[in-house]
Every structure is written in structure tokens, then in C-alpha cells.
């Protein structure tokens, strides 16, 4: 299997796992469990600030993954996965995985950067397409 391929499973398996850090907080925060098995239909309850965060860090990789899934599989079925591929898909990854602790901690700068670190990473490989 490729590197582009391989950048494209641990991306995914990012996505996965990454709801366990803000289900921490629904078990562990009053009423918290209750609304997350419920319907949500009331009121959510007071979450910590960095839950809510792991949470839009989720939905933004969510929202990134489709893009990125599709860059890759286009440039391995095309025949155009190559070194330039492959540093871009690792680009994104490690970039995305960096994004998580530092959004979750709040440092809002150095998230914005890892967050076009990961966006040039699909640049790389869309650039490779038009090769």
C-alpha cells in the first residue's frame, strides 16, 4: 500500500477515535450523560470549554476528510500517486493530528497555522493531478 493510502486509513482512524476525548466530558459533567444518551432534544448542558472544543475539531476534520479521501483516491487510481503525493497526505496527517491537542488546549494561532499546514498538504496533491 501507498504512503498516500496509508495517511488515508490513519486519517480516518483519527477521525474515529476522536470523539472519546469530549465524551469524557458528557460522563463526567452533571446532566451530561443523561442529554448524550437522550434525544438532545432539551437543553445541553454546561460543557467544558475544551469539550466543546474537541468537539469542533472533530467536525472539522470530519469536514476535511471528504476532500482529502477524495484527493488521494483520485491520484492512486489515476496513476499519479508519486513522492509529491506522498508528502502531502503525510502533511496533512501529521498536521491534523497536531491540530487536535492544540485546538483543544485553545492556542489559536498555532491552530489556524496546522490547519493550512493540512489544507497545503491537499494543495500538493491536487497540483500532482494536473501533472
Known sequence: MTTDLWMLVWTALLSVSMPTIYLVSRVTTPGGAVWGFGNRGGAKPPFPEWANRAERAH???????????????????????????????????????????VYVAGIAYVRTLLFFLATAGEIIILLQLFH
Open 59 to 101: 467536525a472539522n476534520l470530519v469536514e476535511n476528510l471528504a476532500p482529502f479521501a477524495i484527493l488521494v483516491l483520485v491520484a492512486h487510481v489515476a496513476g499519479k500517486a508519486n513522492a509529491s503525493t506522498a508528502l502531502g497526505a503525510t502533511l496533512f496527517f501529521w498536521a491534523r493530528l497536531l491540530y487536535v491537542p
